[in-house]
Nanobody, 127 residues
Framework: QVQLIESGGGLVQAGGSLRLSCSAS????????MGWFRQAPGKEREFVAA????????YYADSVKGRFTISRTNAKNTMYLQMNSLKPEDTAVYYC????????????????????WGQGTQVTVSS
């Protein structure tokens, strides 16, 4: 089992920045891919970004490419999502997820490919 806890959400004006963190605990000694998803009110959960088990590959949704950066510090079992140039349409609950599989990052664009999920953190971008 892997437990995930997100933090760093909040309210920010359009054009601003936030950094989300996802702390992983439990059986994290094996390689696993991680990702970020988001869900806005009345919409389905959508893929944001993923990082491969070896941190070599990253993959982004077109809507965030060039603005968001996913990274991970294995020593601290922590994953980050640096979000710059935020837009009102980025408003959503952001979830981190983990999968104990060893595919390249672009494999993880579907929520069904992740086994573990955090509880989510709210990001609100005002116009």
């Amino acid at each position: 089992q892997v437990q995930l806890i997100e933090s760093g959400g909040g309210l920010v004006q359009a054009g601003g920045s936030l950094r989300l963190s996802c702390s992983a605990s439990g059986r994290t000694n094996n390689g696993y891919a991680m990702g970020w998803f988001r869900q806005a009110p009345g919409k389905e959960r959508e893929f944001v970004a993923a990082i491969s088990w070896n941190d070599v590959f990253t993959y982004y949704a077109d809507s965030v490419k060039g603005r968001f950066t996913i990274s991970r510090t294995n020593a601290k079992n922590t994953m980050y999502l640096q979000m710059n140039s935020l837009k009102p349409e980025d408003t959503a609950v952001y979830y981190c997820a983990a999968a104990p599989t060893l595919y390249s990052a672009n494999y993880y664009t579907r929520a069904s490919r992740f086994d573990y999920w955090g509880q989510g953190t709210q990001v609100t971008v005002s116009s």
